[in-house]
């Protein structure tokens, strides 16, 4: 007989034309969801949306297709137009990743929807910079956004447009340190977090600055941590995003792609890659391997 906690899973995860989706109605849902228990669902968070061939980074239509083959965390991020619209973007400036020139606080919004998008080749798709509002509406029922408020935008901003979306059942903020996690706990008690923790102390300070464990994940950084952070965290019943995108992913190419595999089994609960399917092959092996 399945457990209860089995059972929740099982209905937040729904299926649809053959994709998995996330589908939240609270954030309460999401803050269970997203706490750690004995019943654990390893999830891939697609590092800027899992871009590849034809597919741009921090593009709609890129998470769209992230999304078609599992449950899913979208990374994305956040920038800032000349005329204060939020948009998709990593760079301050335009170049790399896009057909506009320069940086992209110079342009309005009106000017930025004129530019096509460039995939990691350097070649032009036909799809464009997308808003975040449009980003969320999408995403509502379907994925987690972890959303990545890059520096000189206002977590304040970002709180309204999750307000006005009504996406607070797919949302977690991204913090820095202590400072900023408190102001987003400040701004929206109810919003989940993910904050920079690599050391037991990480965690005070945040507890001190009135930021609580059911709000939060960790995200420990871009190595393994030990098997007593892990346990430490999961005890604090905070689930632990590992950065494999880098160093660590460029091993499972080399190792093979069961080190994701290894990653969930010594103790990470997420996997922010830029390998999405790889990781994701592994990770419902991982899942088929541990049903009870």
């Given at each position: 007989?399945?457990?209860?906690?089995?059972?929740?899973?099982?209905?937040?995860?729904?299926?649809?034309?053959?994709?998995?989706?996330?589908?939240?109605?609270?954030?309460?849902?999401?803050?269970?969801?997203?706490?750690?228990?004995?019943?654990?669902?390893?999830?891939?968070?697609?590092?800027?949306?899992?871009?590849?061939?034809?597919?741009?980074?921090?593009?709609?239509e890129?998470?769209?297709?992230?999304?078609?083959?599992?449950?899913?965390?979208?990374?994305?991020?956040?920038?800032l137009?000349?005329?204060?619209?939020?948009?998709?973007?990593h760079?301050?400036?335009?170049?790399?990743?896009?057909?506009?020139?320069?940086?992209?606080?110079?342009?309005?919004?009106?000017?930025?929807?004129?530019?096509?998008?460039?995939?990691?080749?350097?070649?032009?798709?036909?799809?464009?910079?997308?808003?975040?509002?449009?980003?969320?509406?999408?995403?509502?029922?379907?994925?987690?956004?972890?959303?990545?408020?890059?520096?000189?935008?206002?977590?304040?901003?970002?709180?309204?447009?999750?307000?006005?979306?009504?996406?607070?059942?797919?949302?977690?903020i991204?913090?820095?340190?202590?400072?900023?996690?408190?102001e987003?706990?400040?701004?929206?008690?109810?919003?989940?977090?993910?904050?920079?923790?690599?050391?037991?102390?990480?965690?005070?300070?945040?507890?001190?600055?009135?930021?609580?464990?059911?709000?939060?994940?960790?995200f420990?950084?871009?190595?393994?941590?030990?098997?007593?952070?892990?346990?430490?965290?999961?005890?604090n019943?905070?689930?632990?995003?590992?950065?494999?995108?880098?160093?660590?992913?460029?091993?499972?190419?080399?190792?093979?792609?069961k080190?994701?595999?290894?990653?969930?089994?010594?103790?990470a609960?997420?996997?922010?890659?830029?390998?999405?399917?790889?990781?994701?092959?592994?990770?419902?092996?991982?899942?088929?391997?541990?049903?009870?």
């Amino acid at each position: 007989m399945r457990s209860a906690s089995t059972l929740l899973l099982l209905l937040l995860i729904t299926f649809s034309a053959g994709a998995q989706q996330l589908n939240f109605k609270t954030t309460q849902q999401l803050q269970k969801f997203l706490s750690y228990g004995k019943v654990r669902y390893p999830l891939v968070s697609a590092h800027r949306g899992g871009p590849e061939k034809g597919f741009p980074e921090n593009a709609l239509e890129t998470f769209q297709h992230s999304s078609l083959s599992q449950p899913l965390i979208i990374e994305c991020d956040i920038a800032l137009s000349k005329d204060s619209a939020l948009v998709l973007m990593h760079d301050n400036r335009l170049d790399r990743t896009s057909t506009g020139k320069g940086n992209i606080g110079d342009y309005t919004w009106e000017e930025l929807k004129k530019f096509y998008l460039k995939d990691n080749d350097g070649d032009t798709t036909t799809f464009r910079i997308p808003l975040l509002d449009d980003v969320l509406l999408w995403g509502k029922g379907k994925v987690i956004f972890t959303l990545d408020v890059k520096r000189g935008v206002p977590y304040a901003k970002v709180v309204e447009a999750v307000r006005r979306c009504k996406a607070e059942p797919c949302s977690v903020i991204i913090t820095y340190n202590a400072d900023q996690a408190a102001e987003v706990s400040k701004l929206a008690p109810d919003l989940m977090i993910s904050a920079s923790i690599q050391k037991k102390e990480d965690l005070a300070r945040l507890n001190s600055y009135g930021v609580p464990n059911d709000r939060l994940v960790a995200f420990i950084g871009t190595r393994e941590a030990d098997a007593e952070f892990y346990q430490y965290l999961h005890e604090n019943k905070i689930l632990c995003i590992l950065g494999t995108m880098g160093n660590l992913d460029k091993q499972a190419i080399a190792r093979g792609d069961k080190s994701y595999y290894e990653y969930v089994e010594h103790g990470a609960d997420i996997l922010s890659t830029d390998r999405p399917h790889e990781a994701g092959a592994q990770l419902q092996e991982y899942i088929k391997s541990h049903k009870k």
